[in-house]
């Protein structure tokens, strides 16, 4: 099992920034591959981004591209989403995820965190 927990959400004004992070615990996350997933009211769960077990690979949501970059430590255990020029239409709960494949599709993702709300104001 892995329990996954986000933090640093919140409130930021449209081309502000916002780093999430996700911490794990119950299993080093070396064999996962990582990813962050969003969901906006009304809105089904979209993928955002992934990063490969050993980071090699990363890939992004072209709404996010060149926006956003996904980063992990594998000593801390942790995975961070670092947010730039945030936009109204980033406003959703953004989830920390783990896969033993690095996927972009939410039904086969393995584990989820609870979520994180970031609210882009304009």
């Known amino acids: 099992q892995v329990q996954l927990v986000e933090s640093g959400g919140g409130l930021v004004q449209a081309g502000g920034s916002l780093r999430l992070s996700c911490a794990a615990s119950g299993r080093t996350l070396g064999s996962y591959a990582m990813g962050w997933f969003r969901q906006a009211p009304g809105k089904e769960r979209e993928f955002v981004a992934v990063i490969s077990d050993r980071g090699s690979f990363t890939l992004y949501a072209d709404s996010v591209k060149g926006r956003f970059t996904i980063s992990r430590d594998n000593a801390k255990n942790t995975v961070a989403l670092q947010m730039g020029s945030l936009k109204p239409e980033d406003t959703a709960v953004y989830y920390c995820?783990?896969?033993?494949?690095?996927?972009?599709?939410?039904?086969?993702?393995?584990?989820w965190g609870q979520g994180t709300q970031v609210t882009v104001s304009v």
């Open positions: 995820a783990a896969d033993r494949s690095f996927t972009t599709r939410a039904a086969a993702i393995d584990y």
